[in-house]
Structures are given as C-alpha cells and as structure tokens.
C-alpha cells in the first residue's frame, strides 16, 4: 500500500471524442471541469470517509490519479453520483420476493427508489407458488410468478434511472418450480418483459436428471411438497431451443454459485444481478470496478508491479465506497455493511493479449486469463486483509461463521466479479470486459457524420509494418470488423486481432472458465454464435459451462433477435406470405390499379411526436393503399410518415403481403417513443405496423397478425441506430455508449 507514487507518474488518460460526448451527456455535473473534473469530485467524495484528515488528502490524490490515467474505473453510478446530493455509488441489488400481495409490492416499491437512484436489481421469482395455487386467505388461486414479472417490468418502465441510466433487472426462476415450462416460454413474444434478463436457476440435481434421461420433482414453494415430476431432457430441451432462438433465458448454476457462498450461515443465494455477474443475498448491494489490462502491459510483458499497486489501491477505494455510499433502502445499508462485498474485475483483456501478439482463442489466451485472474484475485484478498489489520478497519461484520473464520482476516466477504464494462470501458477507450474485440474497425454514426473508427493498437502496427490503407479498412468494416479475410494482412497480426465472431464458442466458454476459476463472484460474458450455429451446438456450450464450473452462461447467436432487413430472392421463395395474391414461377409481380371506390378504416396511434391518423383501404383482391396523417402538419415526421404510407401502398399493390410488411417494420425505434408495455410504440413506422396488425386481425380472426407477435427489434440502437452488440448478457452500443443494462 505505499507504492502510491507508482500510480501518479503515469499520463493522465485523454478521452476519446466519442468517450468525450458521452461523459458530457450522462457523466459530467455542473462543477465538473471535463475528465478531470470529474475524477477530482468522485476522489474527494470517496476518501471523505477517512478519519485522519492528512491520510485523506493523500488518499484523494491516489484516487483521482487511479481514474485519471485510466487505470482504473469504478462503476457508473459512483462516477455520476458521488460528491453529489443523490449520493448512490453502487451497480446491482438484489431483493426479495415474497409469497405475499404485501411482500411482492414492497419489492415493487424498493425497486422504483433504486432505479431512480441508477441501480440494477435482481429478483429470484422462486418463492411464489405456481399459477392456479389455492391461496387460503382469500380462499382464490394464485397468478403465478409470470404475471407478477410483468408489474415489475411496467414499474421499471416507467421510470428513468437518474435520468441517465436505464432500468435493468434479472428474473430468475428455479428449475424445480412448478411453473418452469411457462417461465422458459414466457419472452417468446418479444414484448414481455423487455425490463429483464431472465435466467433459470439450474440445479446440480436437474442435470445429473438431464445427463440420465430420468424425471425430477417439481416443489411447490409454498408447502416444499412435491406436486408433480418432469422430463428433465424435455426440460432441457426448452432451455435450449429458446435460448437458441433468442438468447434467453440464460442458466444459472445455482448450487455451483452457493458452493463459494462466503456467508452460508447468513442465507443461500438465490439470483444474480442484472448481467448475472454478481451473485448477492436478498439486501445485498456491490461496488464494482475495473482494472483496465491495456495498460498493463510494457515491452511487450506484463508490468506486475504497476498491476500490484493498482489491485491493492482499487480496493482500497472499493472498501471506502461502501461507508461513502448513501443507501436507497434501510435493509440494503444493513446487509452491504454486514458483508461489505465489493467487486473488482477487468476490462481490456482483448487489448492485453493483442499487444502480447496471444490469441484469444489459443490455449495461451486460456493460461493468460487464468494466471492474470490469479494473481488480482490473490492481491485482492491482501488488500482486503491489509485494510481489516494494518489499517485497522476490522473484519466484515459477519465473519464469524464465514469460510473465512478462524483462517485469515477479511474486510470484504468477496473482492473479485468480471463485470461487463460496456461505458466505462469506453470512457478508458480499452475492450469491453473479458470479451473478445468487438470488431478491428467498424463505421461510427454520430453528429450525422460517418467515420471510420479503427482499434489504435491495430493502426499503429498497420502503418508500423506497412499494411495500412482507407482501403483497408472499408473492407474491414464491410466483413463485420474482422481481418481474417484480409489478405493484406499478415496472418500472426490475424491472430492477435480476433474479433467475437471469428471465435468458436467452445474458447469463448473456455477463456469464461479461467477468469471464474479465480473470481469470488461470477464472471460476466456472452458467448458469441454464428447465425447458422445449431441448437445442438448451443446445448454444447452450456453443457461445457456446467462442467468447467461456470457460475452461469449466457449465448447469443447472430440475428436471433433482430427483425430480417433485406430479402434476398432464395428467402422470398421459401416464405410465400399467407396473405399475398398466388403467382406462379413464371409471372413478373404486376401493380393492380386503383379502383375508384374502396373500403377501409382509419387508426388513430400515439406516437411520440403526436396523434397518427392511419388509413387502410382495400380492394376485391386485399390489401391495397395506406395512408398517414400526423395530427400536427409539417416536418419531419410528417413527411417521413407520409412517405411511409406511399412505400407500404406500393409492396401491398405489388403482391407484397401483410405479415412481411409487419415483419419488415415492426419494432423500429426513434428518439421519442411513447407508451410502454404492450402499448409502447417506439416510432410512426412501429405505430404502421400496429395498425396494420390490428386491422388483418378484425378481418381474418387470425390472432398471428398482432404485432406483438412480431416485435422486439435488437438490430439498433435506440439512441443513435447503429448496430446493437451483445456482450457481457447485455445489448450495449459501441458508437453513442447505450446500454440495455
């Protein structure tokens, strides 16, 4: 703890202008003078909570020199709430859910005053007994955990974190609860739950089931009786189709997570945070942070010393968030202080091994990630006894009875969790988390300018060995931002330069496995499939999650969520919509005439830029015109609308049919959507789709057309509209620093 020079002779980091845009719009306060200012109100609001008043004048200049050259990044809200009124410096929560009308609008309630305060929370929904469960007191039947997910889910709606940060929560249902199939099945239409991850709590019992083809009991939670059995395979199976088809829901390892529960004797986990990297009892909030690997490195090697300090001082400052922090709950500030859990992970792992010239998917990217784990997760639990004895500071409340007791001294009941990074990763212009590089260059949108943004690591040895070229990276941007099909390309650089989707799902598993081998938490990771992976190869991975002792997985397989775009002719032939006039194979597709009388009806939709007015008519053979009409006149959104209506007129009256039209446009998001739940509508063309949806409804009865059935667009950000990125269990945006989370 006394090498804080170490830290000070560093540079201080420079922003990039995309990392510059989005501090000013979610991080900076008004007396923050830029980066800098920033990280000076941040230090000085976390070493506040040191008694001598020279220590904290120096532990203010150690911390702020930690942020200020990137070394180190604590989470969001600690960077955008402390030294401020609100107060709140911490990620994720967990509360719990109670078998009760009272105890579930309690939870309600808890969870609106932590999103608004910019926390995460996570909820195991396992305690509720099963939909049509008699209920004594009312002498009723119970709703079942689903229809109380979705009170949460509006609740978290309609309510902006901070009025920076998104609500975000993670559902979790046990395997063995009576409702289970309902659970798997219930964000298959896309509109459900669109506030949550969801994850199934899988038992090491379900699988020993899943590996012999045998049944398992299902529990009912109220009484603990066994109130009936399932196929553990068909089970199994669910879990492996949905989350093929969609990427959920996820698996946690429930009892694998409890085997490394540090405080047994206080409770059992039951659920995750959010991104699932952070196992936490009901009340438990954590502090997270991140070591930033990119900077790590020197000559080509990995600087232990500067890593030491840097493991040892982050720490340290974790540990005083927790007596910084201002509490949303009364039962949140007594468990948080009882375990003082905090978690430090790292981000930059992609740009570490790309400056060592390791591959990612190598079995040296695997020794790497588990000997660099190693070493913080060990320096951690120094830095965790250092503060509990040499500072003086004492253990963790509950540490009689812990794994610890009677064997080393603790402050913190755990100090390591691989977090997903997805801002502040950013911010300190390093790779997200543990995952792989997103892409070697990739095309941004921002301020209605185009450019290309091109890994620095990458441009400096392109030019350094002579490869570098605007031609270059034009067609790395068009190959998804991965250099394995250029040929300009010298193949050692290829292989440093692996991007997510160049890599195998089995190696993304694998490089998970070696960073929870040494993390007292969970490690927070998605593992990339190609759009053609099979379900088969799905069930793979999360079997060889489960075997390698993984505390849970999360897959999602390329263009399982998003709405298909273009068509090509070989996709047309095989979808015939039902609805479209019948051609055969040798007729050119004609534009029927207009008639001179049609029938229709008009849909008035409310959008965020005001009332749409849409009309549908139609002829003998369908479908036929639409039109549109913003209830005030002019602009943009008029005339885009209006535009709108004359594109959708001309595919109906060239033979295009209704489902396509529906699938084309559905779930398109602009800047200003209105309503929520399953009345959100996110733009005029989400509002087309909508009233179009009802309309084929009143006329065929056929309950298909609803666009509810057909929405949930992933492909683009909702902030800027450029590609969405699933990484670390969330969907993050790499150009403006959206998150999902």
């Not at 398992?216 to 009936?228: A, D, F, N, R, S």
């Not at 992970?345 to 790309?354: I, P």
């Not at 999360?542 to 775009?565: H, M, N, P, W």
């Not at 070989?570 to 050119?588: F, G, N, R």
Request: net charge negative; glycine share 8%.
């Amino acid at each position: 703890m006394s090498k804080h020079i170490s830290i000070s002779k560093q540079l201080s980091m420079q922003p990039s202008a995309n990392a510059t845009t989005i501090l000013e719009k979610r991080y900076f306060r008004g007396e923050d003078k830029g980066f800098t200012g920033m990280c000076k109100r941040v230090a000085k609001a976390v070493a506040s909570v040191e008694k001598d008043a020279n220590y904290r004048k120096k532990m203010e200049e150690v911390f702020f020199n930690l942020m200020n050259t990137g070394l180190f990044m604590p989470n969001s809200p600690t960077l955008m709430n402390a030294g401020r009124p609100l107060g709140q410096l911490s990620a994720c929560f967990v509360l719990p859910v109670e078998d009760s009308i009272p105890g579930i609008f309690e939870a309600v309630k808890q969870t609106a005053i932590i999103h608004q305060t910019g926390g995460g929370t996570g909820f195991s929904f396992s305690r509720l007994r099963q939909a049509g469960a008699k209920v004594k007191s009312t002498s009723g039947e119970s709703s079942g955990p689903m229809i109380f997910m979705d009170t949460f889910n509006a609740a978290t709606e309609s309510i902006k974190q901070g009025g920076a940060r998104r609500g975000a929560n993670m559902g979790a249902l046990r395997c063995d609860h009576p409702d289970i199939l309902s659970f798997i099945r219930y964000k298959k239409d896309r509109t459900k739950l669109t506030n949550f991850n969801v994850s199934v709590a899988v038992t090491e019992a379900f699988m020993k089931a899943v590996d012999s083809g045998s049944e398992y009991p299902l529990v009912e939670p109220h009484t603990g009786k066994i109130v009936g059995m399932l196929d553990a395979r068909a089970v199994w199976n669910e879990i492996v189709d949905y989350a093929w088809e969609s990427g959920e829901p996820g698996i946690l390892f429930i009892d694998e997570a409890n085997h490394h529960n540090p405080t047994p004797h206080i409770g059992e986990y039951e659920t995750t945070n959010p991104c699932g990297e952070q196992w936490l009892l009901p009340f438990e909030s954590c502090n997270l942070g991140s070591v930033n690997l990119a900077l790590m490195v020197k000559n080509g090697d990995i600087d232990w010393d500067l890593l030491t300090v840097v493991v040892l001082e982050s720490i340290h400052f974790l540990d005083n968030i927790i007596d910084a922090n201002r509490y949303p709950i009364p039962e949140i500030d007594a468990m948080t202080k009882a375990n003082r859990k905090v978690g430090l992970g790292v981000m930059g792992f992609a740009d570490m091994l790309a400056q060592m010239g390791i591959a990612y998917d190598s079995d040296k990217g695997v020794e790497l990630a588990e000997k660099i784990m190693g070493y913080i997760n060990n320096v951690a639990h120094d830095a965790s006894e250092w503060l509990s004895v040499i500072a003086e500071r004492g253990n963790f409340p509950n540490h009689k009875g812990s794994i610890y007791d009677g064997k080393r001294a603790q402050r913190n009941a755990t100090v390591t969790t691989i977090a997903p990074t997805g801002t502040i990763s950013i911010i300190a212009g390093a790779s997200s988390g543990v995952e792989p590089l997103f892409a070697v260059s990739f095309i941004r949108n921002q301020a209605d300018t185009i450019m290309f943004e091109t890994n620095p690591l990458f441009e400096k040895i392109a030019k350094e060995r002579g490869f570098w070229s605007e031609e270059l990276l034009k067609k790395i941007s068009a190959d998804g931002g991965s250099v394995a099909h250029c040929d300009e390309v010298p193949e050692d650089v290829k292989r440093a330069f692996r991007t997510a989707h160049d890599i195998s799902p089995e190696w993304h598993v694998r490089v998970q496995a070696a960073f929870q081998k040494h993390t007292d938490n969970a490690v927070s990771k998605t593992v990339n499939f190609p759009k053609e992976a099979t379900r088969e190869e799905v069930e793979k991975a999360f079997k060889l999650a489960y075997q390698l002792k993984c505390k849970g997985i999360t897959i999602y397989r390329d263009g399982s969520r998003d709405e298909q775009v273009l068509s090509t002719a070989a996709t047309t032939a095989k979808e015939t919509p039902v609805d479209a006039p019948v051609q055969t194979s040798q007729q050119e597709p004609t534009k029927r005439e207009r008639p001179n009388k049609l029938k229709g009806a008009t849909y008035e939709m409310k959008t965020g830029c005001g009332p749409l007015y849409i009309t549908i008519n139609e002829d003998q053979t369908g479908l036929f015109e639409l039109f549109t009409t913003m209830g005030k006149a002019g602009g943009c959104a008029a005339s885009q609308a209006e535009a709108l209506g004359r594109m959708v007129s001309l595919a109906w009256r060239s033979g295009v049919g209704a489902k396509q039209v529906i699938k084309q446009l559905s779930g398109i998001s602009c800047h200003c959507p209105a309503g929520f739940g399953e009345n959100k509508i996110s733009s005029c063309a989400d509002a087309v789709t909508k009233a179009i949806s009802a309309h084929m409804e009143e006329l065929t009865g056929d309950e298909d057309f609803h666009s509810k059935k057909q929405s949930g667009h992933q492909g683009a950000c909702p902030e800027c509209g450029s590609a969405l990125e699933h990484a670390s269990g969330c969907a993050v945006c790499h150009s403006c620093g959206f998150s999902a989370c």
